[in-house]
């Protein structure tokens, strides 16, 4: 099994930048494609973007499509979601996902049903 802790959430400003941090532990997160969603106020979990083991990503089209990067670096375990230009409609609580892929290092999923394990989740508020 695997264990995963976000971090590095809080308070931004519209136009900003924020950095979040997924750790993994139990497991290498290199077995892993990862992935970011997201759970506003009153709203459905919504898919933000994900990466495969050899770094391949997608992402939300209408909503964080070039403004948000993910990245990961297998030799130190987390993974990151850059969030640039926020807009307060980004305000939401934001989990880290992980699926354990063997037979491909390029495979990633979009629907969060696909996924066996998730962090705690950390808030990110956007100001206007």
């Known amino acids: 099994q ?5 971090s590095g959430g809080g308070l931004g400003q519209a136009g900003g930048s924020l950095r979040l941090s997924c750790a ?3 497991r290498p997160s290199s077995s892993y494609a990862m992935a ?7 709203k459905e979990r919504e898919f933000a973007g994900t990466i495969s083991r050899n770094g391949l990503t997608t992402y939300d089209q209408a909503s964080v499509k070039g403004r948000f990067t993910i990245s990961r670096d297998n030799a130190k375990n987390p993974v990151y979601l850059q969030l640039n230009s926020l807009k307060p409609e980004d305000t939401a609580v ?3 996902a992980a ?5 491909s ?13 998730w962090g705690q989740g950390t808030q990110v508020t956007v100001s206007s």
């Open 24 to 26: 993994c532990s139990g």
């Open 94 to 96: 934001y989990y880290c």
């Open 99 to 103: 699926k354990e892929i063997l037979y």
């Open 2 to 6: 695997v264990q995963l802790v976000e």
């Open 36 to 42: 970011w969603f997201r759970q506003a106020p009153g």
């Open 105 to 117: 290092r390029s495979r990633y999923y979009t629907n969060g049903n696909d996924y066996d394990y």
